[in-house]
C-alpha cells in the first residue's frame, strides 16, 4: 500500500513534515512501549524454552549413559531394568574362541564353570551340485510349500532363481482365516558364482524345522539337488528335518539345554561360539561404575549452573529492547551488546525455576525408604553437596572418589538401588495408589510417598518432569515438541487437552500483538489527522496571501 505524494510547505515555508514527524515519534512512544514488552516476553519464552530443552536432554542423556533406555530400530525408545545393567559387573571368558561373555548387575561375583558339548543349530539346504536357471526353463508359475506355508512364484516373463528367493523371503505364516500372523523364518539364497541354492532356518534349536512339498514344485525341488546333513533332499517323502540345542554342563548343573547359542543364566549373557570347557569370571567394575556416576554428577552439576545463572543473572532495567530506528543507527556488535544488556536477569528469581531447583535439591538428600541395601542417603555413599564460597553456584554435588568406590565395592546393588529404586504402588505403599497417567492426578501426600520411596535419579527425574510441564504451561514446547515426548510419551497430554497447546506467554504475546495492531491502526490515523491540519493551515495561508496580494495590488493602482 502506497501513501498518497504530499507536497508541505509551500506556503507557509514551514518544514511540516519534520515537525509531523516530530508529533509521530510523540505518539508512537506507547507503541515502542508495548512493543518492548511483547519483546521482553518472547526473549522471555526463548530462554525458559531453552532450559526445557537441557532438562530434556539431560534426562535422556543420562539414561542413554545409564543404559536405561535402548533404542529400537524405528527411532523408540525402550525402557530397561537398572537390574539389567550391564557396566555393574564385568565378565571375562578364559576361552573367548569357546564363548563370549557379560553380565548384568544381577550376575553374582564368583567363577563359573561351563562345558560346551553341543552347539545349537538350525536346518541347512544346499545345493550339492551346481545349478543354474535353466531347471526353470518356460516356467511361469510354480508352487511349493515350506513348512506348511504356500509359496508361489510368478513371473510371466519367465521365473528366476532371483524370483524363487525373494518369494520364499517375503513368504508371511497365516492363520485358518487368512490373515498373516508373522514372517515364515526361513531364508533362502542363490549364488550366480559358485551356481548354488541356499535354505536355511532363522531360528535354532531342536524346535527350528524344514519340510518341503507339493507335487507342482517337485521336479525343481529335486533339480535344486538339496543336501541337508550331507544327504540329498527328497520331496516326494516330504521328509522333515529339525535343528538342534545347545547342551552343557554348567557350574556343576549338567544336560542343560538352550535353544540358542545366545542365552542368559543368573545374569551372565553367554554367546558359545563352539565346543569345549573355558570359565566365566564375574567382578564389580568400580572404575566403571564410579565412571557412570561422575558423568551423571557433572551433568547434573551443568544444569544447576546454567539455571542457578538465570536465576541470579544481574538486571539492566535501563537496557530496553531497542526499536527498529535505534536499529539502524547502530552496528552490528553494538547491538548484540545491547541486547545482551537487556536479556540479562529476565529469569531472575523466576518462580518456576527456583521451586523446580528447590524440589531436586530437597529430594537430592532425603532418606530413601524401604531400602533393602547398605545405603539409603547419598552423602552415605561420598556425594555431598559442595561447601559454600563467595562466587561458588549453590546446589552442586562434589563425589568423595575414595568413599564412593568403597561403597561400590562393598555393596554395589545398595548403591543401585540408592540411585534407581522405583516406588511400590499397592494400598500401603503408595497411599492407594496403583496406577496413574500424570502425578497432577495424584494428590501432595502421594507425590511424597512416591518421592519417599524413589531412589535418588528417579526422584530428581520425577522433579525435572514436574517443572518442566510446569514451564511448558508457561512458555510452551518451542519448535521441537518430540523431545518432550521422548522424556515421557503422555508428558504434553494435559498441556494439549486442557490448554489447547496455547502457553500462558503465548496469550499474552497475541493480546499485546493485537494491541500493536490498534496502536498501528491509531498511529496511521493520527498521522493522517496531522497531514489534514497542516494541509487546512497552508490552504489557508495561501489566502491571505492572495488577499494581501490583492491589497497591495489595489494600493498601488491608485
Request: net charge negative; proline share 1%.
Amino acid at each position: 500500500m502506497y501513501n498518497n505524494l504530499r507536497i508541505t510547505g509551500l506556503a507557509s515555508g514551514i518544514d511540516t513534515e519534520e515537525m509531523i514527524k516530530g508529533l509521530m515519534e510523540a505518539e508512537r512512544v506507547r507503541l515502542n512501549k508495548v512493543e518492548q514488552d511483547k519483546q521482553l516476553l518472547v526473549w522471555k519464552r526463548e530462554m525458559y524454552n531453552s532450559l526445557n530443552k537441557d532438562y530434556a536432554n539431560f534426562i535422556l542423556n543420562s539414561r542413554k549413559n545409564f543404559g536405561l533406555t535402548t533404542t529400537t530400530s524405528t527411532g523408540a525408545f525402550l525402557s530397561r531394568s537398572y537390574e539389567d545393567l550391564t557396566w555393574v559387573k564385568k565378565a571375562t571368558s578364559s576361552d573367548e574362541t569357546i564363548a563370549t561373555v557379560s553380565s548384568t548387575s544381577k550376575a553374582m561375583n564368583g567363577n563359573y564353570e561351563m562345558e560346551v558339548k553341543q552347539l545349537a543349530e538350525g536346518v541347512k539346504a544346499i545345493s550339492g551340485e551346481k545349478i543354474d536357471s535353466a531347471i526353470l526353463k518356460d516356467k511361469t508359475n510354480l508352487e511349493f510349500t515350506i513348512n506348511g506355508t504356500l509359496i508361489t512364484v510368478k513371473n510371466s516373463d519367465g521365473i528366476t532363481m532371483n524370483d524363487v528367493v525373494k518369494a520364499i523371503n517375503s513368504a508371511k505364516v497365516k492363520d485358518a482365516e487368512g490373515k498373516e500372523i508373522a514372517s515364515l523364518r526361513v531364508r533362502a539364497s542363490y549364488d550366480t558364482n559358485i551356481g548354488r541354492f541356499f535354505l536355511q532356518t532363522e531360528d535354532t534349536g531342536a524346535k527350528s524345522k524344514l519340510v518341503i512339498s507339493g507335487t507342482d514344485g517337485e521336479a525343481f525341488i529335486k533339480a535344486l539337488k538339496l543336501k541337508v546333513d550331507g544327504a540329498e533332499y527328497d520331496i516326494s517323502k516330504a521328509e522333515s528335518y529339525t535343528g538342534q540345542n545347545a547342551k552343557f554342563n554348567f557350574d556343576g548343573a549338567t544336560d542343560i539345554e538352550q535353544s540358542s547359542n545366545q542365552f542368559t543364566i543368573n545374569g551372565i549373557d553367554f554367546n558359545l561360539k563352539s565346543t569345549g570347557v573355558f570359565t566365566t569370571t564375574i567382578g564389580t567394575d568400580v572404575d566403571a561404575f564410579y565412571d557412570k556416576i561422575k558423568q551423571f554428577v557433572d551433568d547434573y552439576n551443568e544444569l544447576v549452573e546454567k539455571t542457578s545463572k538465570l536465576l541470579t543473572d544481574k538486571r539492566y532495567g535501563d537496557y530496553k529492547p531497542l526499536t527498529a530506528d535505534q536499529k539502524k543507527t547502530m552496528e552490528k556488535e553494538d547491538i548484540e551488546l545491547w541486547e545482551e544488556k537487556a536479556k540479562s536477569g529476565l529469569l531472575r528469581s523466576d518462580d518456576l525455576l527456583s521451586r523446580t531447583m528447590q524440589n531436586l535439591r530437597t529430594w537430592m538428600y532425603d532418606e530413601v525408604k524401604d531400602v533393602e541395601g547398605s545405603f539409603n542417603r547419598l552423602f552415605q555413599i561420598g556425594i555431598d553437596t559442595e561447601k559454600y564460597s563467595r562466587g561458588v553456584t549453590g546446589g552442586k554435588l562434589v563425589i568423595d572418589e575414595v568413599k564412593l568406590k568403597d561403597a561400590i565395592r562393598k555393596d554395589p546393588n545398595g548403591v543401585l538401588e540408592l540411585f534407581f529404586k522405583e516406588p511400590e504402588y499397592g494400598k500401603d505403599k503408595l497411599k492407594g495408589v496403583t496406577s496413574y497417567t500424570s502425578e497432577k492426578d495424584l494428590s501432595s501426600e502421594q507425590i511424597r510417598a512416591k518421592r519417599q520411596q524413589s531412589g535418588i535419579v528417579t526422584r530428581l527425574y520425577d522433579n525435572l518432569i514436574s517443572g518442566m510441564q510446569d514451564i511448558i504451561e508457561k512458555s510452551g514446547t518451542g519448535e521441537d515438541s518430540n523431545i518432550y515426548r521422548n522424556v515421557k510419551s503422555n508428558m504434553l497430554i494435559e498441556f494439549v487437552t486442557k490448554h489447547g497447546s496455547i502457553s500462558t506467554i503465548d496469550k499474552d504475546v497475541l493480546q499485546l500483538e493485537k494491541r500493536i495492531d490498534d496502536l498501528n491502526d491509531y498511529l496511521i490515523r493520527k498521522e493522517n489527522s496531522y497531514y489534514s491540519q497542516f494541509a487546512a493551515m497552508e490552504k489557508a495561508i495561501s489566502r491571505m496571501n492572495q488577499q494581501s496580494m490583492w491589497l497591495m495590488q489595489q494600493f498601488s493602482s491608485k
